[in-house]
């Protein structure tokens, strides 16, 4: 891609053409700011709406509010517990539980991935092992998790990895098997043993889909770790909402559904701002 550009820049275009390439570039760049303005004013104007009229049915009692409560009234309630600090130990147990399931899971999942390509016998013996734990409800595995490693931290990081590394490790080795066989084939032509293939084929071509994996995990991660503090923890998001049930504070359970759904979206972007730099990166090479 470096070289092309290279090239390309070494063509001599006349005045006239370069100063049409200028403008039609330029037209391009405002027609895309002018979709990504117009996109973002949408999704605001509809999260504006809706906060709206569950605001409205909630003062007007259009619905329950004790079981729905209304936007008004759970800002309140994480002002108050950003007021006395009392949010914060749940709110740092619970991320700091999910970036450790997130990140562990990504890697085993990608270090498994990579084992079963590089071993056909591995993948063969792996692969009814794999199916049959797809296909098993995570949250069952729970309870053994506890009495494995015991209530708190550790229990909960496993939970998350039970649903994180199979899924990564799946998607990943998928990724590998459907890069473009003839790549392979002509790396071996000239020599390249099968490190040298992974490292300048495999791994290459794979980039785009190991980081969409990610973004997987950002969700994935997120459901271990509110499951497993719904079935163990006293601190965190997930024993927040339990306790709000328990005692009927519905607007506790909202609220942190809300913080929920804030850090996941802050943990999304970021990944979407690192597959923008990685793939950009990849593409300018």
């Not at 002018?34 to 007007?60: D, I, K, N, P, Y």
């Not at 734990?133 to 069952?140: E, H, I, T």
């Not at 998350?160 to 032509?189: G, P, Q």
């Not at 909402?241 to 009927?248: A, K, L, P, R, S």
Request: aromatic letters at 14%; hydrophobic letters at 50%.
């Amino acid at each position: 891609m470096r070289r092309e550009r290279a090239e390309t820049s070494a063509i001599n275009y006349s005045p006239e053409a370069k100063a049409l390439m200028e403008d039609t570039y330029a037209k391009y760049q405002k027609s895309e700011r002018s979709h990504r303005t117009r996109v973002t004013v949408t999704q605001f104007s509809l999260l504006a709406a809706m906060l709206v009229c569950w605001e409205l049915a909630g003062r007007f009692k259009w619905i329950d509010v004790l079981l729905f409560s209304y936007p008004s009234k759970v800002g309140a309630q994480l002002w108050k517990d950003f007021a006395d600090g009392s949010i914060w130990p749940h709110l740092l147990m619970t991320v700091g539980e999910t970036l450790v399931g997130f990140v562990l899971g990504t890697v085993f999942g990608t270090l498994l991935a990579v084992a079963i390509w590089w071993s056909r016998y591995l993948a063969n013996v792996l692969d009814p092992y794999m199916v049959v734990f797809n296909s098993m409800p995570k949250v069952a595995l729970g309870p053994l998790f506890i009495v494995g490693f015991g209530p708190g931290f550790t229990a909960i990081v496993a939970t998350t990895l039970s649903i994180t590394v199979l899924i990564t490790t799946l998607v990943v080795y998928n990724a590998f098997r459907e890069v473009d066989s003839n790549y392979v084939k002509v790396v071996k032509v000239f020599g390249g043993s099968k490190s040298v293939v992974f490292r300048k084929v495999i791994f290459p071509a794979t980039i785009p889909s190991i980081v969409s994996t990610l973004k997987v995990n950002v969700g994935l991660a997120w459901v271990g770790v509110i499951v497993g503090e719904f079935l163990v923890s006293k601190v965190g998001l997930g024993y927040l909402i339990i306790y709000g049930f328990q005692v009927f504070n519905f607007t506790l359970v909202l609220s942190s559904l809300v913080l929920i759904a804030i850090v996941a979206t802050i943990m999304y972007e970021a990944v979407s701002y690192l597959e923008r730099r990685l793939i950009g990166n990849a593409n300018y090479k």
